[in-house]
Structures are given as structure tokens and as C-alpha cells.
């Protein structure tokens, strides 16, 4: 093989985890390519068209571009522009007693609002608690790229005093979130709200998930924007990043194997490099190498029952403008196979032509599901339970969201839809539950049984949506470039 065959870095994977990584490693000026196995990028938050529509398939929400934070931080890095607006009312949330509440990112009004639906509670001290703890963590995360500890060296640079100073905080990822709730808020709608608004952030409800994860996860909504263009339009700005400073994308390139000396098979080519870094599940990595599949079978934890989801897609024509962009609906019950009693709206602002052609709006929908609920996509029951799904969702979008004059593209997505497109074992999405049972020390560690092989995305910690795997990025860059080289 030839030297110039020999990549300094293969990415695996055009999600945000591999492109904010290529990028970063292309600013250092690394020769990197990543291997994408579909032929667009984006993974989990990515989209496709129809005719001049342009539907998010994923991801919809960003979060994480206030100062200091990560995906605020990627952009410094790289030196890249992103035209977004910021949302006074990021969302409005349907609770299932009839209660529509404008989820204010202002603290002072989601207060008032708290308390003009359930006065006489005390929402202030707990949600005062709540900005506190994730103001810090935020800081913290920042500030800890070696947590968990990977060896001894990691361990001693973690006994620096600012952090010892912090050293409080680990309590909140010992208890879970439940027991910070006030008496109303364990049970009924604040309940609901606490639990639902948890599981589309942290992948878990209130009596798993440790209150600092729990605490970043209820307050994301204080930072989040609209992205103009769909959530892709990051992703194009990264991977435009990558190509201007000699780096290389190749889609419908699927990884296959690996070897231990780092030659890599795709369904039609063989590459190598010194340095891999796989941004695909920790599951997948079974089927690559014999090492690998040891490793990650040894890991008994990670092969709990991980969520995957069930989305829908269309547009509509409205009849009025809808208050908010984003929605959260409350439910009795599941919508059939899901598993959890929510589903949430993200609509395309009205005048993004970008999106869709004026009058129409496009809409994504998801809520979380598992893949054994679903049959073969080859079985007629499949077929039905898709238009079963359907007509719920629309008939739950009209009573809640808006009403509309006409309806086009309609197309629902299941665990299977995922696993076709994204290649992610048995559909997984979002990464793994931030759980009491499954703490930082729990998560497959970055470093691999192979020499210069490493593991990242949201199957790593910190995990979870596109502000973890981007913090995932500037992490693994603080551990192999940035404080090695003394620069940034
Ligand atoms: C329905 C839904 C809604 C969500 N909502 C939000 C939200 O609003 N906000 C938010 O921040 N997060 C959200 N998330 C989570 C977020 O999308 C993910 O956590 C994040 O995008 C994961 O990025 P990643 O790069 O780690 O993984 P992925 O996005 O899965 O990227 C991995 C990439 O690897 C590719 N790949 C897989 N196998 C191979 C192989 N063998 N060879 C080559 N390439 C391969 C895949 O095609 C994929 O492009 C949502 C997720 C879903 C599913």
C-alpha cells in the first residue's frame, strides 16, 4: 500500500459524533476520511425530500450554543456560522389534564407559568435547584474531558483543585432525579411532565436517572434553537469544513471488518489507517472484529433494552400559526407500540423556504418505541400497524397542534426504518439511558482492545443527542491532541 492510501484518521460514521471528530482533526491538519455507509450524512439527525420539501428524520431540537457551551464551542473551533434563532418559547407541552404550558426559556416566566396552571406549589426552589446543578455540571463537563478516568494518568489530572471544588456534585449522580421532587411533583401531571420531558432528553424516566443528568436534561430547554435550514444544516456546514481543509467524505461506504493492524473492509474497498475512530453504536462493533465482539460481550450492562422510536413525517398546510415550534403532547395511553405516553411536534418555521414552500410547513413527529413490538416489515400486520399509527398521530396532532387545510407525504418510521438507514443494531437510537444502574464508570470506555482503535458517539459518555457526541468530540480531542500538543 502506497502512503498515500494510509489515512492518519478513518472516521466511521457521518453523524454529528464522526463529523464534528473529522472536522476537529482536519483543523489540526490530520489527513482524515470518513466512511459513511448511507449516502447522506447525518445519521439519527438526518432528512430527506420530497420535491421541494425537506423533512428532519431525527434529531429536530438543537441545544448547547449559549457561550461555553459544546456546540457553541465546536463552532469557535472551526471558525463556522450557523444561522439559527434562539426560542423564547421553546415549547409548548399538552399535559394530559388539558393544560397547555408555554415552556418559557426565561426562567422568570416558566415560573409564572408553573404556577399560574398549579399555584400553591413551590416550583421555584426546585427549579431554582434544577439551574444550579446544570449551570455547574455544564462547567464541569467542560472542564473534565478525562471523566471517566480511562488509566492512572487520567486519574491524577482529575485531582486538580477547581475540580476537587466540585467534588459535591457527584452526589446527583448517585441519587436518582425522583428524590429532589416536591411532594406535587411526584405524582399527576407535574409528574407527566417531569418524567416525559426526562425521557426525550436523558432516556429515562425520574426514578433512574441521576439528578445531574436529569438536571442538564429538564433545563435544555432554556438554550434551544431553531435551526434555519433543518437540523442537516450543521451537519453540511462540518462536512464542507472537512473537504476545504483536504479531507475526505465517501458515502455508501459500509464498514465491514477490521483488522488488528487497522485495515478496514467496506462493501467495495479495503482502507487503512494509523488511527480509527468508530462513531457507530458499541453493538455494532461486534460484527467488525473478534477482538472487538469480545469486548463489547464482556460488557454486560450495555445490553439492557436500549429505546429505539417511532416517527412520522408530513406537511400541512395551516390554518393558523402555531404558538411554537416544538410540542410535546401528554397521552393517557401510548400510541400503539410505542413506549411512552407522549409524542413530540417539531414543525418547520412558517417562511423557511428552505423547509417547505410558503402556506406549508413541514412536521416530524417521534416517540420512543422498542423493536420487538414491531413484526416484520414483510408481514401484512406491519403495513397495518403503520396506518394505524398514522391515523393516531394526526388525529392527536389536530386536537393538540394545529388544525390545517391540507395534508401531503405522509410516511411513519419504525425500529426497523431506523436499523435500514442508520445501520444501528436493532434500530437503537439515541444512545444508552442515563441510569442509578448505569453510571459514567459503566459506559464502554474510548479506548478499545485494539492499538489506535477507539470508540465514540452516543454509545460513549457523555452520549446523548447531538450536544453529548459533539462534547464526545471536543473530549476526545483534549485527550489525544489538545493537551498533548499544548494548543487548541
Ligand atoms: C427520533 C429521534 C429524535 C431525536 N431528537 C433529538 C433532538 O431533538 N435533539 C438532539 O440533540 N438529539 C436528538 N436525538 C438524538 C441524536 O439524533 C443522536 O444522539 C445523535 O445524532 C447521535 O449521533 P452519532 O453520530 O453518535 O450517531 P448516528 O447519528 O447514528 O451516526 C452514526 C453514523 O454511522 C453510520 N454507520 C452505521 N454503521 C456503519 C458502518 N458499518 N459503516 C459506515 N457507517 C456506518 C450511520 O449511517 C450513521 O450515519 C434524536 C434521535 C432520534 C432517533
Known amino acids: 500500500m502506497n502512503n498515500d492510501a494510509l489515512w492518519d484518521d478513518i472516521v466511521i460514521g457521518a453523524g454529528y459524533s464522526g463529523l464534528s471528530l473529522a472536522a476537529l482533526l482536519t483543523r489540526q491538519k490530520r489527513r482524515v476520511c470518513v466512511l459513511e455507509t448511507h449516502s447522506l450524512a447525518g445519521g439519527c439527525a438526518s432528512y430527506f425530500k420530497r420535491a421541494n420539501f425537506h423533512f428532519d428524520v431525527g434529531a429536530t431540537t438543537l441545544s448547547g450554543l449559549a457561550r461555553g457551551m459544546p456546540i457553541s464551542n465546536l463552532l469557535t473551533h472551526l471558525d463556522i456560522e450557523l444561522e439559527t434563532k434562539k426560542l423564547a418559547v421553546p415549547m409548548i407541552i399538552s399535559l394530559n389534564n388539558g393544560v397547555n404550558l408555554k415552556r ?229 395511553q401510548p400510541i400503539r407500540h410505542a413506549g411512552s405516553k407522549s409524542l413530540f411536534f417539531s414543525l418547520s418555521k412558517p417562511g423557511d423556504e428552505t423547509r417547505a414552500p410558503a402556506g406549508w410547513q413541514t412536521v416530524t413527529v417521534s416517540t420512543h418505541a422498542l423493536m420487538n413490538n414491531f413484526s416484520h416489515p414483510q408481514d401484512t400486520e406491519y403495513k397495518r400497524d403503520k396506518e394505524i399509527i398514522a391515523e393516531q398521530i394526526i388525529n392527536i396532532f389536530r386536537e393538540n397542534v394545529s388544525e390545517f387545510d391540507e395534508i401531503k407525504f405522509q410516511s411513519v418510521g419504525t425500529p426497523h426504518t431506523f436499523e435500514r438507514y442508520t445501520g444501528r443494531y436493532q434500530g437503537r437510537v439515541g444512545g444508552i439511558a442515563h441510569s442509578i444502574d448505569f453510571r459514567p464508570w459503566d459506559w464502554p470506555s474510548h479506548e478499545t482492545p485494539l492499538d489506535n482503535f477507539y470508540h465514540s458517539g452516543d454509545t460513549a459518555f457523555p452520549g446523548q443527542g447531538i450536544v453529548g457526541v459533539i462534547q464526545g468530540s471536543l473530549n476526545f480531542m483534549q485527550r489525544h491532541h489538545w493537551q498533548r500538543e499544548g494548543n487548541q
Open 104 to 332: 418559557y426559556a426565561d426562567s422568570g416566566k416558566w415560573l409564572e407559568e408553573l404556577s399560574k396552571h398549579f399555584p400553591d406549589v413551590d416550583h421555584k426552589t426546585f427549579w431554582d435547584q434544577l439551574n444550579k446543578i446544570s449551570s455547574r455540571a455544564w462547567a464541569l463537563l467542560g472542564d473534565t474531558w478525562n471523566f471517566p478516568p480511562e488509566n492512572l494518568h487520567e486519574a491524577i489530572k482529575l485531582l486538580k483543585p477547581s475540580l476537587i471544588k466540585q467534588a459535591d456534585l457527584g452526589v446527583y449522580l448517585l441519587r436518582p432525579l425522583e428524590s429532589l421532587l416536591p411532594q406535587a411533583y411526584q405524582s399527576g401531571p407535574l409528574r407527566q411532565l417531569i418524567d416525559e420531558q426526562l425521557l426525550i432528553s436523558t432516556q429515562s424516566y425520574a426514578d433512574k436517572v441521576p439528578a445531574l443528568m436529569g438536571a442538564l436534561g429538564l433545563t435544555y430547554p432554556d438554550d434551544m434553537y431553531y435551526p434555519f435550514g433543518g437540523i442537516t444544516s450543521l451537519a453540511s456546514k462540518l462536512e464542507n469544513y472537512i473537504v476545504s481543509k483536504g479531507g475526505k467524505v465517501e458515502y455508501r461506504k459500509k464498514v465491514n471488518s477490521i483488522s488488528d493492524s487497522l485495515e478496514l473492509k467496506t462493501n467495495d474497498q479495503t482502507f487503512a489507517a494509523k488511527r480509527i475512530i468508530s462513531t457507530i453504536p458499541v453493538w455494532n462493533l461486534r460484527s467488525l472484529n473478534p477482538k472487538l465482539e469480545a469486548w463489547v460481550n464482556s460488557m454486560s450492562k450495555v445490553h439492557r433494552d436500549s429505546w429505539s422510536a417511532i416517527t412520522m413525517n408530513f406537511a400541512i398546510k395551516s390554518k393558523i400559526p402555531v404558538e411554537s415550534l416544538y410540542h410535546q403532547v401528554h397521552l393517557d
